[in-house]
């Protein structure tokens, strides 16, 4: 989270592509190090070019903006509705097997990584024990196995 312009807007880098969640009216940030959140009314929504989502609060201006500069935006998943029968949290993919269609084991999801891609990195643990980053585009999203926790991905050829 960074300030933009001088009126008290700011910018979040989403974790996925796509157009910025407008029905949402508020969310909580976390300032890094701490467990205390806030709620944050948001005016607007806007996209940038850059990918990054423009917010307007009316409770901001950009004295405060700057104080809560690398902020951690939280928004409650109930607020985005259900997921398509293709989606998934992200966040759920951590500790889930990653395999290859064949079912050779590739590793276990470690955690998310930011990137400039518009789409998630993957960060695994190989069964040597070595981290290893897997960029997930949908078209390698094979299936994922909830309740098993085991993720399927393809590679590119």
């Known amino acids: 989270m960074r300030p933009h312009g001088l009126r008290g807007a700011f910018t979040i880098k989403p974790l996925s592509p796509g157009p910025p969640p407008d029905f949402l009216t508020h969310i909580q940030l976390q300032i890094p190090g701490s467990e205390e959140t806030f709620s944050v009314p948001v005016r607007t929504w806007k996209s940038a ?3 990054h989502w423009i917010v307007e609060s009316p409770d901001f201006t950009l004295e405060r903006v700057q104080t809560i500069r690398n902020a951690i935006v939280l928004a409650p998943a109930e607020d985005f509705g259900p997921l398509d029968d293709d989606e998934v949290w992200v966040e759920d993919l951590i500790g889930s097997a990653v395999v290859w269609p064949d079912g050779k084991a ?10 400039a891609a518009p789409y998630p990195v ?5 069964p040597e024990g070595r981290e290893i980053y897997l960029p997930l585009p ?3 999203f094979i299936s994922f196995d909830e309740d098993g926790k085991v993720l399927v991905v393809s590679t590119p050829e």
């Open 106 to 115: 590739r590793g276990q999801v470690t955690g998310v990584m930011e990137s």
């Open 122 to 126: 993957l960060v695994l643990s190989d």
């Open 49 to 51: 070019s850059s990918g």
């Open 138 to 140: 949908s078209e390698h």
